[in-house]
């Protein structure tokens, strides 16, 4: 049985990752394949539980470091229990946020060392690392407008605008440095282009049929 493939979602706060990756889970349902859709922090019980810790509370509950460290102990319980038996097992994941999370909110807009989250990728990830990454890019005010009106405001949103920019150039940066692996897509769009862009990306670079 061939591997699947782990298509990961990325972004700032309210891009519409969420809608558009259930939508392009169904479309690959669609075409026989089995799907598993999940989500960062989150995704097996203990992240879940983790994911209540780090995402409720004030805005300093927790210093940027710390919130890295708890992100990877959520991320490498999901990937134990979750991510990898379903890629060996030959269903494709897509799931909403993953390690560019880490490295655009805690790292580029939060201010911890490169260093130290390029370590605990490469020790806590080891080998399962997204096939393709969609980085959903929307202007700060547009996406934190679009945040609100969905209600209760998390821990993340409640920073200021200037974090929200560092966090849109934090993930502009990763797909600039690695794209093979990013396709940035549009996020200002209706739901249908976006879903087009994002399907587009997914044909043209993972073999979709057969
Ligand atoms: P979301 O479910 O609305 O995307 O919320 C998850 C929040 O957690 C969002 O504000 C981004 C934040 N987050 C990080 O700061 N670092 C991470 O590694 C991940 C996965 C999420």
Known sequence: MARGRF?????????????Q??????RLQAQGLEVVATREPGGSPGAEAIRELVLNGAADRWSAVTETLLMYAARRDHVERVIRP??????????????????AYQGAAGGVDPGLISALERFILADVRPDLTLIFDLAPKEGLRRAAGRGGEMRFESKGMDFHRRLRAGFLAIAEAEPARCAVIDAAGEIEAVAAAVWAAVEARLAVHG
């Open 7 to 19: 298509i990961t979602f990325e972004g700032g706060e309210g891009a519409g990752k969420s809608t």
């Open 86 to 103: 379903a890629l060996e097992r030959g269903a494709w994941v897509a799931c909403d946020r993953f390690a560019d999370s880490t490295r």
């Open 21 to 26: 990756l259930k939508r392009l889970a169904g």
